[in-house]
């Protein structure tokens, strides 16, 4: 009976060791976005020679990962904690690896836009060169399918030659649903036309495409010199804080006037901020870290715009930190020279 007794108790606990495993390792097809942290961005970002500043800029991060059943359940309670389906953070057919790839390339993009913003309007030596326009994915049953490949180069659309990404992007904006284009591919040592239908694309509101995710390979040189030590950090949205701590740095004036400044949003190479996911848990974590201001993008003024919904959770969880609608940097950078 004794021995009995114990075989039941050695069973329960391996059980037990099982399901406490599942518990916290089982990835569910979900994914769990939450508040990240605002790090200074001194440590990430340093400009050969520059001037000290006796307030920071900060990073403001989100944190995200493949759900277990166990954050999955503390997601449920939490607030600004966001369960979003896996089909609607990865591209069909794309896999954990490849997303963070595309990640950290949106990245690398976002510090090159960000250190030409900067050091123009710092009025520094800044150069440019375009190395190419790349395929980063395909997505699954698209027409570029079975076409195109990640990693493939595109040099011309309909015989006109492609400098970077937008340049492809404003011409299908210029074309209908079913219209045919021809783009020469150029793939290692090949060089090929290939003919592509244009399709309406559910994630472009019926605009059409044909399902590929692009980068711009560019080569930027700039002096003073400059580093990033961003590590695994990935995503577009620090661009307006990278350009900002940029031009801190390359100037004598001290824009943060002793402040804690966070923020967020895109920024392209003329300086317009762009539009961002998660604002929400941005704010959160500003908050928490204790920042004094928080810039936002107004998307000129849109009822939905990224700056009223920061404004509505800074009012929630009753911050002080000030929420400031920005469009473009030059607006951020004068609302800081104002104050």
Known sequence: MY???????IVGF???LIIIFLLFTYQLPYYIHKPGHADPLNPVVEVEGASESEGDMH??????GRATPFQYVMALWRDYYDILPVEDVLLEGMTDEEYRQMQLMMMESSQEASTVVAYQAAKKEINITYEGVYVVS?????PADGILQSADEIIEIDGQTIKEADDLINYVKTKNVGDNIS???KRGDETFETDITLEALKALDGKPG?????VTNRSVTESPELTFSSGDIGGPSAGLMFALEIYDQLTEEDITKGYQIAGTGEIDYQGNVGRIGG??????AADQEGCDFFFAPNENGREDSNYQTAKKVAEEIGTDMEIIP???FDEALTYLQNL
């Open 3 to 9: 021995q009995t007794k114990s075989k039941v108790r």
């Open 14 to 16: 391996f059980i037990a």
């Open 59 to 64: 990073l403001v991060t989100i944190q995200g």
């Open 138 to 142: 395909v997505v699954e049953d698209m």
């Open 183 to 185: 783009l020469t591919i």
């Open 210 to 214: 044909i399902g590929i995710q692009l």
């Open 279 to 284: 604002i929400d848990k941005k704010v959160v």
């Open 326 to 328: 920005v469009d473009t």
